[in-house]
């Protein structure tokens, strides 16, 4: 039986940068995968997302150039193309994933591994193989998986996972995306830039809960105004495939809508199953989630835990950061805990929202006394484009210290906005050193250091 100082269980972004950086450490180590190299990230989630809402824009862009004396058109979106190229793109990445891992000498295990005590793993192979394997610390990073309710018909739904490799023909002409968190936002966004008649059914009164409740207004009118036909308040009781192939969907105020594909994005559940937890006493949440303390073991010492399977937020760079974090812990006795705060986020749907620190509705809750800086205007681009779309810009601002505390954005390249001013957040930057630095002129980004008044 083989040994190792460290198993792996999951190759995602959290497994795969605790796996290379051990064995780069001179750790023996091993992975255990049993679908794609990189996780939901690079094969299921925000690359391929990210190429598609590429995608997406140019018809809008086609749109935007009249305004500049250019004149041309999208004649035709040929899907199979966009989707061969997506995935020679996520080949090459899983076989970059593979020299990282093999590169510093880490094994990897083709198969579904489960835990048999505290220190061994059996892994069921990809070729039918079984075997099992120990280790000194066994770390779980199997990460989560998209969930949809139980509602009658919902076979005939996918989920974001699917979505991505829909068959040449099954592109569909109408679409309803369920939800109401970032990837249906996204997804809405997705489908009605490539020229699918979109529907996003919202189970409130507005996206995004969690976010800033003046971003989640605006992002949704912009939404609207961009052609995305939201229902509020609106839920699914039922989903009908009819003879012609096509999904009739009734709502539970007994409304119906018939559409070619309905995509369910009404969250993730921790990838667990099959893992024998239960087995060995394995502590979960309420959630079920598994329970780890602030160095990520689980209530069995010799047994971690990271990435979306602890239930922190579902964000990649999030389970990069607890890898680095676990190794410090385990082999060179960091005893400072994971720091969550001021995590940087966007959102990419059209436009784009980027964000960090803390919302309005937070800051009330913490106690904390604040000033809110705003600006609502419409971007250069558009005084020319005759589209309508807008830009929206928060700071918030701590009074006891004038410290910025938060930075809420939607606009063009909100992201990439906001990456900088995370720095200046974390870095503790005032709302004093916001004004004193010098805009870069004309760009919608100097609106954040040209806001003098606070909103009253």
Known sequence: ??????????????????????????????????????????????????????????REKMEEAKGFGINGQVNDFH?????GNKSNEISRLNGIYQNLLTGPGATIFNGTGSLIDANTVHINGSDG????????????ATGSWPFIPDVPGAE???????????????????????GAGYIAVEFAGIFNGLGAETTLAVRKDLVLRGFDDDIRSFVQEQMIEKGVNIRPETEVASIDKQTDGSLLVTYTNNEQQE????????????????????KLGIELNSNTTIKVNDFFQTSVPSVYALGDVIGTPQLTPIALAQGMKFLAHQYHGDTTPMNYDNIPTAVFCQPNIGTVGPTEDECTAKGIDFDVYES?????????SGLNERTLMKLIVNKANNKVIAAHMVGHDAGETIQGIAVAITAGATKADFDATIGIHPTS???FVTMRSPRS
């Open 1 to 58: 039986m083989q040994h190792f100082d460290l198993v792996v269980i999951g190759a995602g972004s959290g497994g795969v940068r605790s796996a290379r950086m051990a064995a780069a450490q001179g750790k023996k180590v091993a992975i255990i995968e049993n679908r794609y190299l990189g996780g939901t990230c690079v094969n299921v989630g925000c690359v391929p997302k990210k190429m598609f809402v590429y995608a997406s824009e140019y």
């Open 79 to 83: 899907w199979p193309t966009l989707r």
């Open 129 to 140: 193989t079984e075997q099992d394997i120990t280790g000194d610390s066994i770390l779980i």
């Open 156 to 178: 005939h739904a996918i989920t974001s996972n699917d979505v991505f490799d829909l068959a040449d023909d099954a592109f569909p002409k109408r679409a309803l995306v369920v």
């Open 259 to 278: 559409f070619d594909l309905v995509l369910y994005a009404t969250g993730r559940r921790p990838m667990t199953d099959g893992l024998n937890l239960e």
């Open 376 to 384: 609502n205007f419409k971007p250069l681009k558009h005084t020319i």
């Open 445 to 447: 980004a100097e609106e």
